[in-house]
């Protein structure tokens, strides 16, 4: 008989390759034929719930890495709180109304205009839903455990109509109205937009100083004097009515040598302009206040029948131009507040696609509007007003989605009033908790500052405004006949809205004095796609059964904080008076591996199918848990690679358990915990700490330090102690021995709650390592609990006393180590230690209740008292260490040396105690002998 047949020797089919890009395809289709989520909820039923709230991605493309990390997120925490005692269902969703949708149709050749809305449509529904289908298919991919077949859409029937019931809250409680003022308006998107739609980019503009004739000076100033404006965009000079100056500061007459002009310049910068000017010389007239320049009059510089009004304004500073800022109440915020201060017009010569109208002028008419920087500075310039003309670079605002820049615009639009509910939204906050901390201050300030929401798109690919006018105009938001169009939107959808007229979709007999004729007409506008996703707290939590308002948790991108955090809360507390959300847990954004945000023009993308295919979904769940997701992120193919480098490291040492414990069987063999030997009740309680560590981890939502603790585990506390010198427990002692089994029991429950602990992380991997686990109750893993943090009872000294020990195994192996560098041993096991120890040391290693020479994985052990010490030994740390090499003969059985090799004469070639296992367990030995 052969000696390795008296071995242990662990054996499982459990794979050492995981040939993940192919096995996980396998195991997805097995999950949805037995509709393992569905039975998840249903194991669920009756538990407490906690709701995690998917914010929908934007259906349009497949999914890059940042959904990846986003969804996978979430899933872990779902998949968690699932196996934690929480009934967590998950309904993903996706955003699907909106311009992107409508752009990308035009870029099929589709035309808008010639087909008509209600085709147009039904274009844009076909397209998003295809889109939907995509990305659905990318996220199960990533093995996502969700509702698949009930999520929720933007555009259905359902979710439409809670849309317009939350606008019709709104509107009863007098947030919702109409307005003219200037807003972001994107001509290359043909819609206004709102804040959350911008973003900021530095562009070079042209800057003029020009000259304006004074027409009526009001006794103060004769028409010989001109004000000197300044203006960054001179194509809304034909928008101008007015002149602004600050009532504080004062302004100086001046006239230039040589001139036969008056110049009107703020005091403190007339020095700077008038070098810029070219003037060498110049004469001060006078002085005057900004007070008293207030309700003069200018000449237009384009127009004879239109005046200009000189108005004071807080706004006006002296930190650039000249004190006096022409004024365009149609295109600019500030310029629009003043001018409705003093009633002038809001002249608005610019259309929707961003071209002049005929009201600018014969000139300007057709010209794109940054053309007619051009036509305005010829202007001043062939009438000798324009005193300077320089470039500047400044940043401007660009719409989010087309990369455009954007103008101000005052158009009809509508609006919801923040501002009538602001103090409500500010105290909400304070019931919601947010991780990082930091998202609190920085949402707060947001709304804080945040001015009325612009509600209305001039698109059709959206949900409509559910609103009629009156024969007289008057807009009509009764209540009743909201909430009659959300019910005609739930029975048939939204564009149902476009189909029919006005008459048809008020209630029957419906009557309004200012309609006397009855006759009405409807709104065209849409509402804003952020106002779609922002009611998706009624539109989902509070209308499905199996979920609940408020969310316990959100988890979005930290642009959310304008985005859908923000819609979200303001439509909440507006139609609820609270916060959609208990939680609000943000994520940094994806980058290449230079910092750089990611895009497929750049081409510095990795999109999760390269990953998926090549090394499996599972890589890519443990990689986001290896990342700090609060901040940005760095992603690289060799991050990627170096986490398929641990997710081996975990598979091996799985699969390392698997084969030690596939002789066990846990309700026969299964040794009591006072029964285990000492080192063995350590390892069990270290690994209940774990437990408690991994398990808080995941309750704080904190995936690196589930990783971090999980990977020091398997690598220091298993690998390179507990399973290193227990190899020779688990091959060579009795198969059925009282020390073997003591270690069995706690690698068979390292191995099963180690593997439920690991699942929402790597689900695939944790389903395969199921399989092999036959003792174990259930078809999958998925469907067990989380492990219990036991309630053991022990000394409250052991682990201190073991901890210490690890002082002595590092000052050991450290001797070791000289040892082998000097040629006195190859391994530990061909090395005899002796310790010299002080009293305190002994007393230690003594409380231990065990030899730890095998801890030590060394042949011999003596342990001395440090008046012993004869020689000189060396210290390593606080310990003196002799080695020599082992006395005695080593066994070809357990590698070991010993002095007693061939006591049992049946057995010449292995020591006492390794005879008396091969006597007792294989008898067979006895006839056939050992070799």
């Known amino acids: 008989m052969k000696i390795k047949n008296t071995l242990n020797i662990g054996k499982t089919k459990f794979p050492m390759r995981g040939n993940l890009p192919v096995n996980e395809l396998r195991r997805e289709k097995i999950w949805a034929d037995n509709k393992l989520y569905e039975a998840r909820q249903k194991l669920n039923e009756g538990k407490p719930t906690f709701i995690l709230h998917d914010g929908p991605p934007y259906a349009n493309g497949n999914i890059h ?121 994107s001509w290359s998107s043909e ?30 100033l004769d028409n010989d ?173 660009f719409d989010w989605r087309t990369k455009k820049p954007v103008i101000y615009r005052a158009v009809p639009q509508w609006f919801a009033s923040v501002a009538d509910f602001r103090d409500d939204l500010l105290s909400e906050l304070d019931n919601v908790t947010f991780s990082p901390e930091w998202g609190k201050k920085r949402l707060y300030n947001m709304l804080k500052d945040r001015g009325d929401w612009v509600i209305s798109r001039q698109r059709v690919w959206g949900v409509p405004l559910p609103i009629f006018y009156a024969e007289d105009g008057t807009a009509i938001l009764d209540p009743d006949v909201i909430e009659h169009v959300a019910d005609l939107v739930a029975e048939n959808g939204s564009t149902y809205w476009f189909e029919k007229s006005a008459q048809e979709l008020l209630p029957v007999g419906y009557t309004n004095e200012h309609s006397p004729n009855g006759l009405f007409t409807k709104e065209n506008d849409i509402m804003d796609v952020w106002f779609d996703s922002g009611t998706s707290h009624q539109g989902v939590l509070a209308t499905r059964d199996n979920l609940e308002f408020p969310a316990d948790l959100v988890l979005e991108g930290s642009d959310q ?52 295919d090549s090394m499996g979904a599972d890589i890519i769940r ?43 069987d846990p309700i026969q063999d299964q040794i009591a915990f006072n029964d285990m030997t000492p080192v063995d009740q350590y390892f069990y309680i270290r690994f209940n700490e774990l437990v408690a560590e991994m398990k808080a981890a995941y309750d704080r939502y904190d995936f690196q330090v589930v990783n971090k603790t999980l990977m020091n585990f398997i690598t220091v506390d298993l690998s390179a102690f507990y399973l290193d010198f227990n190899k020779d427990v688990l091959y060579v002692e009795a198969p059925k021995g009282q020390l073997r089994r003591s270690v069995q029991t706690v690698l068979y429950k390292v191995l099963v709650d180690l593997n439920r602990l690991m699942l929402p992380i790597l689900p695939h ?9 036959p003792y174990e109750e259930g078809d999958f893993a998925y469907l067990t ?19 210490k020990f690890m002082d002595v195994r590092s000052a050991v192996n450290k001797a070791l180590e000289v040892a082998r560098n000097n040629d006195l041993i190859g391994k530990p096991a061909e090395a005899a230690v002796t310790l010299y120890l002080q009293p305190e040391q002994r007393e230690l290693i003594d409380s231990l209740g065990q030899d730890i020479r095998i801890l030590l994985l060394v042949s011999q052990l003596q342990l001395k008292n440090i008046d012993e010490k004869t020689v000189d030994v060396d210290r390593f740390d606080e310990y003196f260490v002799l080695v020599e090499h082992a006395d005695g003969e080593m066994s070809p059985r357990d590698r070991m040396y010993h002095l007693d090799l061939g006591q049992d004469l049946n057995f010449p070639m292995l020591s006492k105690h390794e005879a008396q296992i091969v006597r007792d367990n294989f008898p067979e030995a006895l006839d056939e002998g050992l070799e």
């Open 65 to 185: 890495i940042g959904h990846a990390m986003n969804k996978i997120s979430k899933d872990i925490i779902v998949r968690y709180k699932s196996m934690n005692g929480f009934r967590s269902p998950f309904i993903p969703g996706w955003d699907t109304h909106g311009l992107p949708i409508e752009q990308q149709l035009t870029k099929m050749g589709k035309d808008r205009k010639a087909v008509g809305p209600v085709i147009w449509r039904k274009m844009a529904d076909e397209f998003a839903h295809k889109q939907v289908k995509k990305q659905m298919n990318d996220f199960k991919r990533l093995g996502i455990a969700a509702d698949w077949d009930n999520p929720y859409l933007t555009l259905m029937p359902e979710f439409e109509a809670a849309q317009i019931r939350v606008f019709g809250t709104m509107a009863k409680k007098g947030y919702i109205y109409k307005g003219k003022k200037p807003v972001f308006w």
């Open 191 to 220: 819609s206004a937009l709102a804040l959350s739609e911008i973003e900021y980019h530095d562009i070079t503009s042209p800057t003029a100083y020009y000259a304006e004739q004074v027409k009526d000076g009001k006794g103060l």
């Open 225 to 397: 004097t001109y004000f000197v404006v300044w203006t960054t965009t001179p194509w809304t000079i034909p928008g101008s009515r007015g002149i602004s100056v600050n009532a504080e500061f004062k302004y100086s007459q001046v006239k230039p040598a040589g001139s036969n002009k008056k110049y009107i310049i703020a005091t403190e910068l007339l020095a700077h302009d008038a070098e810029l000017f070219g003037w060498e010389k110049y004469e001060v007239l006078a002085e005057f206040t900004g007070k008293d320049l207030e309700y003069i009059t200018a000449q237009h510089p384009f127009y004879e029948d239109i005046d200009l009004l000189v108005m004071l304004a807080d706004f006006v500073t002296l930190d650039a131009g000249t004190g006096l800022v022409h004024t365009a109440p149609g295109f600019g915020e500030d310029d629009f507040y003043v001018g409705q201060k003093y009633k002038i017009e809001v002249a608005v010569p610019v259309d929707y696609q961003g071209k002049m109208t005929k009201e600018a002028g014969v000139e300007f008419e057709g010209a794109f509007y940054e053309d007619a920087n051009e036509i305005s500075l010829k202007k001043l310039a062939e009438q000798g007003n324009l005193l300077k003309q320089e470039d500047i670079t400044h940043s401007y605002p």
């Open 561 to 612: 904080y304008r985005g859908w955090f923000n819609s979200s809360i303001i439509t909440s507390v507006a139609a609820t008076g609270h916060a959609p959300y208990k939680s609000v847990l943000s994520q940094g954004f994806t980058l290449d591996a230079n910092g750089e945000k990611m895009s497929k023009s750049i081409g510095n993308t990795i999109e999760p199918s390269e990953i998926t």
């Open 622 to 664: 443990l990689w986001v848990s290896t990342v700090d997701t609060s901040q940005d992120v760095r992603v690289s193919m060799d991050g990627f690679k170096q986490t398929s480098e641990s997710y081996r490291k975990i598979r091996n040492t799985m699969r390392f358990l698997l084969a030690n414990t596939s002789d066990f």
């Open 765 to 773: 991997t944790s389903e395969e390592i199921f399989e092999y686990l």
């Open 785 to 803: 609990e989380m492990p219990d943090i036991e309630n053991l009872e022990y000394d409250g000294d052991l682990l201190n006393r073991w901890s």
